[in-house]
């Protein structure tokens, strides 16, 4: 076995061959390498293919590469950087990123030492986009611009893709969406031009996705369309998936709900056809998003368990644990299961802490504030709530801690602590203006109402009442509208103006009749939707299988003719052979028997018959070559005609000459006086031009 050269650059599809080559070095004594240079190699491919780690696999990954001969392993070392800058690219610690930057620039002090300008410039790149991730107003450009030009001048297309690509992102987390949607685009018409498929529908993935963050919906959706119209089940089936997902978040952004609801299930079915645990849990969360944000608890919660369990069982990115267990814990909450809303939000907290992830231990906070609140226990909630509120501002979530400011003000209001809920509530209707949400400044002049309700303020209660019912028929909220006509007959009554009372009590029961109505009617057309998708999922289906039969009695049909076609070029060639040797032994005494015998086998009927079967097979397989070979060219001969059916079959001239019982000079001149009647010329292959008809 020859030494692993220190030149050598092994990919991650590498990876595998070479432990074993490494194993096998060490079992034959041959400069063994510790057994942590296996493991670092398993851990790399890990690394890519999940595109996430836990703490301990870190801390893990960190100490194996420092035994690593890395001078030996270049490629390697710069895998393995790229590796962990994408697991870390959604991680709260930048810390972590920062180690993947210094791995990224020794894996180029490595390719510089080995010679590989390639590699430098590659891991360039790497590192402007660590850089970027770290500190996005003040990215690397002076890498990524030497990266570009190197990659320009020896004219490699297909990294200079990827690197338009590095432009583009780096200018997505500067928030300037139109040079990144340039940068794309631009991305997308380098591999056009240089016929990389594959490359050039990633980048239009990527111009879809900037059209859709921009509003340009119409041109999105005509950016995925074509992507469908490239791939299928078969050729490039994640990145018609990753289209089908975006599709599915158009349509949804659009109000399209059966067409986003049908694409988002296309999309789900995809990545589990083809075993991308990735892409099946970024589905499960798109639809449990979709059915959340439309009040279908039920089901949301149902796609929420989904994807846990396979977190669970496949150990898979484990950094999003926290998040989903969130969700889950809010989810219980809405459906009034207390005890495992707080399990959940309690487990969630646990792992956030355990990854030192500061916005999901405040939103785990957050829920478990409104769990204790709903139990009475107001000073837990209020604990939690702060601890919540911290964490959202330590890292400037600002819609988050509007939120969690809501549950803040509930809590005070709960504790009968009415000016402190008032300040509070002052301080973030004003933040509500800045955020510029019509129903959130609705909602919280609605709290307004309740709190001063509450604290004996009735006129001041009705005003606030007034003015929030005013702003809800504004903007239509029937919700909101419900909510302040049952307030304000409750302020009505308490200071005695019954008909008054009497008359919003009507106006609120009349209100929630019709959001009640609604609700109903919208669960029907999803659940219809629902109905709609699985049936066509399963005609899909249906249609995979016929197809699928069709092609297995095609693939038959083609065995049992070129069986039947052996059999006559071996049946003629042994009676060939026959021949030959009669013709040899001439003038002995069983020449007279053996001619009888050879004649029996030469049955003139005997051969059509064989070749009229053989004829009829062809015909099924092939139903339109007889009849486009007779337009093509009328004027070929029965036996002309049957050269070309079995040159359509891929036979040799053996074969045919075989199967004809001729010699092979003829078969030769048939293959001549075929190609003149064609008008073929001597550039044209007749093979082909017969597989075309």
């Given at each position: 076995?020859?030494?692993?050269?220190?030149?050598?650059?092994?990919?991650?599809?590498?990876?595998?061959?070479?432990?074993?080559?490494?194993?096998?070095?060490?079992?034959?004594?041959?400069?063994?390498?510790?057994?942590?240079?296996?493991?670092?190699?398993?851990?790399?491919?890990?690394?890519?293919?999940?595109?996430?780690?836990?703490?301990?696999?870190?801390?893990?990954?960190?100490?194996?590469?420092?035994?690593?001969?890395?001078?030996?392993?270049?490629?390697?070392?710069?895998?393995?950087?790229?590796?962990?800058?994408?697991?870390?690219?959604?991680?709260?610690?930048?810390?972590?990123?920062?180690?993947?930057?210094?791995?990224?620039?020794?894996?180029?002090?490595?390719?510089?030492?080995?010679?590989?300008?390639?590699?430098?410039?590659?891991?360039?790149?790497?590192?402007?986009?660590?850089?970027?991730?770290?500190?996005?107003?003040?990215?690397?450009?002076?890498?990524?611009?030497?990266?570009?030009?190197?990659?320009?001048?020896?004219?490699?297309?297909?990294?200079?893709?990827?690197?338009?690509?590095?432009?583009?992102?780096?200018?997505?987390?500067?928030?300037?969406?139109?040079?990144?949607?340039?940068?794309?685009?631009?991305?997308?018409?380098?591999?056009?031009?240089?016929?990389?498929?594959?490359?050039?529908?990633?980048?239009?993935?990527?111009?879809?996705?900037?059209?859709?963050?921009?509003?340009?919906?119409?041109?999105?959706?005509?950016?995925?369309?074509?992507?469908?119209?490239?791939?299928?089940?078969?050729?490039?089936?994640?990145?018609?998936?990753?289209?089908?997902?975006?599709?599915?978040?158009?349509?949804?952004?659009?109000?399209?709900?059966?067409?986003?609801?049908?694409?988002?299930?296309?999309?789900?079915?995809?990545?589990?056809?083809?075993?991308?645990?990735?892409?099946?849990?970024?589905?499960?969360?798109?639809?449990?998003?979709?059915?959340?944000?439309?009040?279908?608890?039920?089901?949301?919660?149902?796609?929420?368990?989904?994807?846990?369990?396979?977190?669970?069982?496949?150990?898979?990115?484990?950094?999003?644990?926290?998040?989903?267990?969130?969700?889950?814990?809010?989810?219980?909450?809405?459906?009034?299961?207390?005890?495992?809303?707080?399990?959940?939000?309690?487990?969630?907290?646990?792992?956030?802490?355990?990854?030192?992830?500061?916005?999901?231990?405040?939103?785990?906070?957050?829920?478990?504030?409104?769990?204790?609140?709903?139990?009475?226990?107001?000073?837990?909630?209020?604990?939690?709530?702060?601890?919540?509120?911290?964490?959202?501002?330590?890292?400037?979530?600002?819609?988050?801690?509007?939120?969690?400011?809501?549950?803040?003000?509930?809590?005070?209001?709960?504790?009968?602590?009415?000016?402190?809920?008032?300040?509070?509530?002052?301080?973030?209707?004003?933040?509500?203006?800045?955020?510029?949400?019509?129903?959130?400044?609705?909602?919280?002049?609605?709290?307004?109402?309740?709190?001063?309700?509450?604290?004996?303020?009735?006129?001041?209660?009705?005003?606030?009442?007034?003015?929030?019912?005013?702003?809800?028929?504004?903007?239509?909220?029937?919700?909101?509208?419900?909510?302040?006509?049952?307030?304000?007959?409750?302020?009505?009554?308490?200071?005695?103006?019954?008909?008054?009372?009497?008359?919003?009590?009507?106006?609120?029961?009349?209100?929630?009749?019709?959001?009640?109505?609604?609700?109903?009617?919208?669960?029907?057309?999803?659940?219809?939707?629902?109905?709609?998708?699985?049936?066509?999922?399963?005609?899909?289906?249906?249609?995979?299988?016929?197809?699928?039969?069709?092609?297995?009695?095609v693939e038959r049909q083609r065995l049992n003719l070129s069986k039947q076609a052996m059999h006559l070029a071996q049946k003629n060639e042994?009676?060939?052979?026959?021949?030959?040797?009669?013709?040899?032994?001439?003038?002995?005494?069983?020449?007279?028997?053996?001619?009888?015998?050879?004649?029996?086998?030469?049955?003139?009927?005997?051969?059509?018959?064989?070749?009229?079967?053989?004829?009829?097979?062809?015909?099924?397989?092939?139903?339109?070559?007889?009849?486009?070979?007779?337009?093509?060219?009328?004027?070929?001969?029965?036996?002309?005609?049957?050269?070309?059916?079995?040159?359509?079959?891929?036979?040799?001239?053996?074969?045919?000459?075989?199967?004809?019982?001729?010699?092979?000079?003829?078969?030769?001149?048939?293959?001549?006086?075929?190609?003149?009647?064609?008008?073929?010329?001597?550039?044209?292959?007749?093979?082909?031009?017969?597989?075309?008809?």
């Amino acid at each position: 076995m020859a030494r692993v050269d220190k030149k050598q650059n092994p990919t991650l599809d590498e990876l595998h061959g070479l432990c074993a080559r490494l194993r096998y070095e060490r079992e034959q004594g041959m400069e063994p390498l510790d057994k942590l240079t296996e493991q670092t190699l398993a851990i790399a491919r890990q690394l890519l293919r999940d595109r996430g780690l836990d703490d301990a696999d870190l801390d893990d990954a960190n100490r194996i590469l420092a035994a690593l001969p890395a001078d030996r392993y270049p490629r390697l070392l710069h895998n393995y950087a790229e590796a962990l800058r994408l697991a870390y690219t959604d991680w709260e610690d930048n810390a972590s990123v920062e180690e993947s930057r210094n791995i990224l620039y020794a894996a180029r002090q490595l390719f510089e030492a080995v010679g590989s300008a390639t590699g430098v410039a590659e891991t360039q790149v790497r590192i402007s986009m660590a850089d970027s991730i770290l500190d996005p107003q003040n990215p690397n450009w002076d890498e990524l611009e030497r990266a570009r030009i190197y990659f320009e001048r020896t004219n490699d297309r297909a990294r200079l893709v990827k690197t338009w690509r590095a432009y583009g992102f780096i200018h997505r987390g500067q928030g300037d969406r139109e040079l990144e949607l340039e940068y794309f685009q631009r991305a997308a018409d380098v591999a056009q031009a240089a016929a990389l498929p594959r490359a050039e529908i990633v980048a239009r993935n990527s111009v879809a996705s900037t059209l859709q963050v921009l509003g340009r919906l119409e041109e999105a959706e005509a950016c995925l369309h074509e992507i469908l119209l490239r791939t299928d089940d078969s050729r490039f089936p994640l990145l018609r998936a990753g289209a089908l997902q975006n599709l599915g978040r158009i349509h949804d952004d659009r109000g399209n709900e059966i067409k986003a609801l049908q694409y988002l299930q296309e999309s789900l079915t995809l990545f589990r056809s083809i075993d991308n645990i990735a892409g099946v849990l970024i589905s499960l969360l798109n639809l449990a998003s979709y059915f959340y944000v439309r009040g279908d608890y039920a089901t949301a919660l149902e796609y929420y368990l989904q994807h846990l369990q396979i977190i669970r069982e496949h150990g898979r990115s484990q950094h999003s644990l926290p998040s989903v267990l969130a969700d889950v814990a809010n989810i219980y909450l809405r459906l009034g299961d207390i005890e495992k809303a707080l399990t959940n939000a309690q487990e969630s907290y646990d792992r956030a802490v355990e990854g030192n992830l500061i916005l999901q231990q405040a939103l785990a906070q957050n829920v478990i504030a409104q769990a204790r609140l709903r139990q009475g226990r107001f000073d837990d909630a209020l604990v939690a709530a702060e601890a919540s509120r911290a964490g959202m501002k330590a890292k400037a979530e600002m819609r988050w801690l509007f939120r969690v400011e809501k549950t803040r003000v509930r809590i005070l209001n709960a504790m009968t602590r009415y000016e402190e809920a008032l300040a509070l509530l002052t301080t973030i209707q004003e933040e509500a203006r800045s955020l510029g949400g019509a129903r959130d400044a609705v909602e919280l002049e609605t709290m307004r109402g309740m709190i001063y309700y509450e604290a004996g303020q009735v006129s001041e209660a009705l005003r606030h009442y007034q003015s929030s019912l005013r702003k809800a028929e504004t903007i239509a909220a029937r919700l909101w509208i419900a909510r302040a006509h049952e307030g304000l007959a409750r302020c009505y009554e308490s200071i005695g103006r019954d008909g008054d009372a009497l008359r919003h009590y009507r106006l609120y029961m009349q209100t929630d009749k019709e959001l009640f109505n609604a609700l109903s009617d919208e669960r029907a057309r999803r659940q219809q939707a629902l109905v709609r998708v699985e049936r066509a999922e399963q005609d899909r289906e249906r249609l995979r299988l016929h197809n699928e039969g069709l092609a297995l009695e095609v693939e038959r049909q083609r065995l049992n003719l070129s069986k039947q076609a052996m059999h006559l070029a071996q049946k003629n060639e042994l009676l060939r052979q026959i021949r030959e040797t009669v013709s040899k032994g001439s003038g002995r005494k069983n020449d007279s028997q053996l001619q009888r015998i050879i004649d029996d086998f030469s049955d003139e009927e005997g051969q059509e018959n064989a070749w009229e079967s053989f004829k009829r097979e062809f015909q099924a397989l092939h139903p339109e070559f007889m009849p486009s070979l007779a337009r093509r060219c009328p004027e070929l001969t029965p036996t002309e005609r049957r050269v070309c059916t079995l040159i359509r079959m891929d036979l040799s001239t053996k074969d045919i000459r075989s199967i004809l019982f001729v010699t092979t000079r003829a078969v030769e001149s048939y293959r001549y006086r075929i190609r003149k009647k064609m008008g073929l010329t001597g550039d044209d292959n007749l093979a082909n031009v017969l597989a075309a008809l």
